[in-house]
C-alpha cells in the first residue's frame, strides 16, 4: 500500500492550481483551515490529495490508497470528480455501509463571459433575511439530498446559514417576501466559485425567475473572479437548461455517494 502524508498548504495548493475547478472545494477549505488532508506523493508533487470529513473529497492519480483513511470515517457523503470517487469507493467499499443514493454522471458546469442582464433585484443576503433564507435553505437541501436538516440538527443549520450569510457568499431576489431566486457559494478560490442551492420558491418556478437569478449572479461574480461553476444531477434537466441557457458549458463530471 502506498504510503500517505500529511500534506503542507503549499502541496495543496499547488495540487489544485493544476486542476482549479474540479479542486475548488479542496482549495477553498485548504486556504480557510478548515478540515483534514491526506495525500499520496507523485513523481512531481502530489498524485493524489483527500479532504477527511463529514464529506470524503478524493482528486487526483491513485485514490484507492486512501481507503481505509475513508472507511475509519463516519462521512455522509463521498463526492468528488468521478473517477476518483470510483477509484476510492472500491477500495473502502467492503468497510462502508451501502450508500443511500449513488449518483454518477453528475455534471459539472462552468461560465467564464458574462451573460446578458437578468434585470433583477439580486442583491447579497443581509442578516435580516436570515428567518426567510433558513427554511428555503431548508427546503433546498431536501429537494437535492433528500433529508431536512431541520429536523437532524436545527440549530447547526441555522448557524451554517448565519455563516454562509456573513461570508457574503448568500445572495436572494425576492418580492414581498417571496425569494424568486436564492443561491450560496460553496466554495471560493482566487480562481473560482461554485454554486450550490439554487432555488425558486415552488409558488412562482417556471416563470423565468432561475435564469434571470442566474444571469445577474454570474455577472456579478465574474467581476471578481475568472470562473463561475457548480455541479448538478443528471436527470435535473429543468436546472440543466437553465444552465446551458445563460450560456454554461458542460465540462467533466462528478459522482456522489450518500450515506
Avoid at 164 to 174: C, H, K
Wanted: hydrophobic letters at 45%; charged letters at 25%.
Amino acid at each position: 500500500m502506498p504510503a500517505l502524508k500529511e500534506p503542507t498548504l503549499d502541496e495543496i495548493l499547488a495540487f489544485c492550481a493544476e486542476d482549479p475547478v474540479e479542486r475548488v472545494f479542496l482549495e477553498d477549505v485548504a486556504r480557510r483551515g478548515l478540515g483534514r488532508f491526506t495525500a499520496l506523493d507523485g513523481e512531481f508533487g502530489l498524485a493524489a490529495l483527500c479532504h477527511v470529513g463529514s464529506n470524503i473529497v478524493p482528486s487526483g492519480t491513485g485514490c484507492a490508497a486512501f481507503g481505509e483513511v475513508a472507511a475509519a470515517g463516519n462521512a455522509r457523503m463521498l463526492i468528488g470528480e468521478e473517477r476518483a470517487v470510483a477509484e476510492l469507493w472500491e477500495a473502502a467499499r467492503p468497510q462502508l455501509p451501502e450508500p443511500r443514493e449513488d449518483r454518477p454522471g453528475q455534471p459539472v458546469y462552468v461560465l467564464d463571459e458574462p451573460p446578458r442582464s437578468g434585470e433583477t433585484g439580486l442583491r447579497p443576503a443581509a442578516r435580516d433575511d436570515l428567518e426567510l433564507l433558513v427554511p428555503a435553505c431548508a427546503a433546498a437541501h431536501l429537494e437535492e439530498i433528500g433529508i431536512d436538516p431541520l429536523d437532524r440538527d436545527p440549530e447547526s443549520f441555522r448557524w451554517r446559514t448565519r455563516m454562509q450569510i456573513e461570508d457574503g457568499r448568500s445572495w436572494l431576489w425576492t418580492d414581498n417576501g417571496t425569494i424568486l431566486f436564492k443561491a450560496e457559494a460553496s466554495a471560493w478560490t482566487p480562481y473560482a466559485v461554485q454554486l450550490q442551492q439554487v432555488w425558486v420558491d415552488p409558488a412562482v418556478r417556471n416563470r423565468g425567475y432561475a435564469q434571470r437569478g442566474m444571469r445577474d449572479l454570474c455577472r456579478l461574480l465574474l467581476e471578481r473572479l475568472p470562473v463561475v461553476c457548480l455541479f448538478v444531477r443528471a436527470e435535473n434537466a429543468a436546472a440543466i437548461r437553465v444552465y446551458e441557457a445563460i450560456g454554461m458549458r458542460r465540462t467533466i463530471s462528478y459522482r456522489s455517494l450518500i450515506f
